[in-house]
């Protein structure tokens, strides 16, 4: 029998400077997603809730999604792939918002590997530098961001444990 253990994040030794992660899946952005994450935010900026406002009084002409949820997303969708085993998530270098995203847009996230700098203080981490790309259904660039991470080393990686037992199948 084998067990098979779905990876979730990277070692500092298996990101490869130029490799890009294609993300999967992506999301479909729903008024109810933008709402709520207005309303969780507070940010009740009418170009995001009000139908009216923004058909009457905004340059898109319509209801247009808060940037920080697609910000969210394009990095959530990108943890699995890079900081899902990270010690921590050090900085955002830059946020664009280069196009608008609407209600009903998909949004899917790419993340390219810009460099990678073992710790001079600790040998069992050291620093991803990525930037991630957020592109709609049609394939417009939608959003853009810089980050460094955080990673343990192959040989530091903690192991992962579950809350019960090892062996579950006979």
């Not at 991470?149 to 019960?164: I, S």
Request: net charge negative.
């Amino acid at each position: 029998m084998t067990t098979f253990e779905r990876p979730f994040g990277r070692c500092l030794e298996d990101f490869e400077i130029g490799d890009v992660y294609k993300h999967w899946p992506g999301k479909t952005i729903t008024e109810f997603d933008d709402h709520l994450f207005c309303m969780l935010t507070m940010n009740h900026h009418p170009l995001h809730s009000d139908a009216w406002f923004a058909e009457t009084q905004s340059v898109q002409k319509r209801n247009v999604v808060v940037g920080n949820l697609v910000y969210s997303l394009v990095l959530g969708m990108s943890v699995p792939d890079v900081s899902g085993a990270a010690i921590a998530n050090l900085e955002i270098e830059s946020l664009l918002h280069k196009n608008p995203t609407f209600h009903g847009d998909t949004i899917y996230a790419e993340t390219r590997v810009l460099e990678t700098v073992p710790s001079k203080s600790k040998n069992d981490r050291g620093v991803v530098t990525v930037e991630s790309k957020g592109f709609n259904q049609n394939g417009l660039e939608v959003c853009y961001f810089r980050r460094k991470v955080l990673v343990w080393t192959r040989d530091a990686l903690p192991e992962r444990l579950r809350p019960y037992g090892v062996q579950n199948w006979d």
